[in-house]
């Protein structure tokens, strides 16, 4: 059972506008979240995260917000850059041991 | 800066061989885990460790193994490799401190399995 979904496989999104990306958890106990970006044949590379007792955290151009009640989070990128075309995963953090990741959503930006 | 390096990027090898994936990082971090990824699937937790000599199993069963002989120093063993164990493999660490665990990644090993 998976505990976080990312249900979006990908998403386009014109160069200058906001990029939305979707993550769902069914485990009330984590108590970090992380968004990481992975570009082909790369790891992923650690972006922003949040706490549990946070609704927003922002970094630049990457904001996430965490709907506890709905056991959901978002990240936003503003203004969306070419450069930011990737796959975006969501993890979430049970303790300090491990992170649960999603399947990950990729991002296209085009001109 | 993340330091954290991975040998070979590239691996294809006929059924039966035993390969060593190589992983090692720079920033004296105590735990270091590897993930198994397929295209289009999330990461999954295949061994990690908490420092030397601490191995664990992670949540995917694997028939690789590892060793921690050295803090910056984790590598896979396959003993004999097969067709399934195609895949990318993803080596990570972090520091023991609490936080919210943000894991540093190597570049990975595309191991192609025939």
């Known amino acids: 059972d998976q505990q976080v979904k990312q249900n979006s496989p990908s998403l386009s999104v014109q160069e200058g506008r906001i990029s939305i990306l979707n993550c769902d958890y069914t485990?009330?106990?984590?108590?970090?979240f992380l968004w990481y970006k992975k570009y082909p044949a790369e790891g992923p590379t650690f972006l922003i995260s949040?706490?549990?007792?946070?609704d927003k955290n922002e970094d630049g151009r990457f904001t996430v917000f965490l709907n506890k009640s709905a056991k959901h989070l978002s990240l936003h990128i503003v203004p969306s850059q070419p450069g930011d075309s990737a796959v975006y995963f969501c993890a979430a953090s049970p303790n300090t041991d491990k992170l649960i990741f999603g399947t990950g959503t990729r991002l296209q930006v085009f001109p | 800066e993340a330091d954290i390096y991975q040998t070979p990027r590239y691996l294809v090898i006929g059924t039966g061989k035993k390969i060593t994936l190589e992983c090692s990082q720079t920033?004296?971090?105590?735990?270091m885990y590897w993930y198994q990824q397929d295209p289009g699937m999330e990461l999954h937790l295949i061994h990690y460790?908490?420092?030397?000599?601490?191995?664990e199993k992670g949540d995917l069963s694997s028939e690789s193994t590892v060793s921690r002989i050295r803090t910056e120093h984790f590598p896979l063993t396959l003993e004999s490799a097969r067709p399934s164990h195609t895949s990318q493999y993803l080596c990570a660490s972090t520091r023991l401190a609490g936080g919210p665990n943000e894991q540093f990644f190597g570049p990975g090993t595309r191991l192609t399995v025939l």
């Open positions: 485990n009330s106990m984590f108590d970090y």
């Open positions: 460790s908490y420092g030397v000599n601490s191995t």
């Open positions: 949040i706490s549990s007792i946070k």
């Open positions: 920033m004296g971090h105590d735990k």
